[in-house]
């Protein structure tokens, strides 16, 4: 999956530039609301909602967009009501992608994200009809700095993580999906910075492709994160690093 993680880490992680920091801070607002309604105020005894905050804070969010989101979740202050929604769909090259949404209107939004995928040379599938091609996982990325492989790789494992990968400037660590938080938190504790943490939709294969089709497919993902309503995109693909760059 040394692809797929690649993208995430040169293209949506790396995306809070003042063009896009806007828009980002919708959707964590967004997730931050829909986990509080969904788990309580506390962060404390709400991983979710926790890791929705510290995400918000790693982008400089100001603290008082954050608690107004929490309130909105909590009904303590009036907020639109958002629903999750999971859409299934194939991209060029044959990729199978994963797309996440925080909706008021489900009905608005897979119209939108089945004509970005009609434009961009992917179709909408039924449900199941690629989710069997992914395991749910929490994903944590770490920046390197003066860190040492070795010991980033220990400490991760010692607090319960199930993967670990060296990519360029980022060590990627994968976990249980209810273990997420407490590994964060124990990487944290051990002065390793995080700049990134959440659930993920890993790939348990991938498709190599290259060309015109990583083009296009590259095109797509970007248009389809840029949606207001879609969260988070996760794909299986493969490519050489030098397609990214060149996207």
């Given at each position: 999956m040394a692809g797929h993680s690649k993208w995430k880490t040169t293209k949506h992680y790396k995306a809070a530039t003042d063009k896009k920091r806007g828009a980002l801070f919708t959707k964590l607002i967004r997730e931050i609301t829909v986990a509080a309604k969904q788990g309580g105020g506390d962060p404390d005894g709400n991983p979710r909602l926790r890791t929705a905050i510290d995400n918000a804070r790693s982008l400089s969010m100001p603290k008082e967009n954050i608690e107004r989101a929490v309130k909105k979740g909590t009904g303590d202050l009036e907020g639109v009501d958002y629903v999750e929604v999971l859409y299934e769909a194939y991209g060029p090259g044959g990729v199978a992608i994963m797309i996440q949404a925080l909706t008021d209107n489900p009905t608005r939004t897979v119209a939108e994200i089945r004509a970005k995928l009609s434009r961009g040379g992917g179709n909408l599938g039924t449900s199941n009809s690629v989710a069997f091609m992914f395991d749910r996982k929490g994903q944590i990325l770490v920046d390197a700095g003066a860190l040492t492989?070795?010991?980033?790789?220990?400490?991760?494992?010692?607090?319960?993580?199930?993967d670990f990968v060296h990519e360029d400037e980022t060590f990627v660590i994968t976990t249980a999906p209810a273990d997420l938080h407490a590994v964060k938190a124990a990487l944290e504790k051990a002065s390793m910075k995080v700049s990134q943490a959440e659930l993920s939709w890993?790939?348990?294969n991938t498709v190599a492709v290259a060309g015109e089709p990583a083009s296009q497919l590259l095109k797509l993902i970007e248009g389809l994160e840029d949606l207001e309503d879609v969260q988070k995109v996760d794909a299986n693909f493969d490519m050489d690093m030098s397609e990214m760059t060149d996207a």
């Open positions: 492989e070795d010991a980033v790789m220990e400490k991760a494992l010692e607090c319960g993580a199930e890993i790939p348990k």
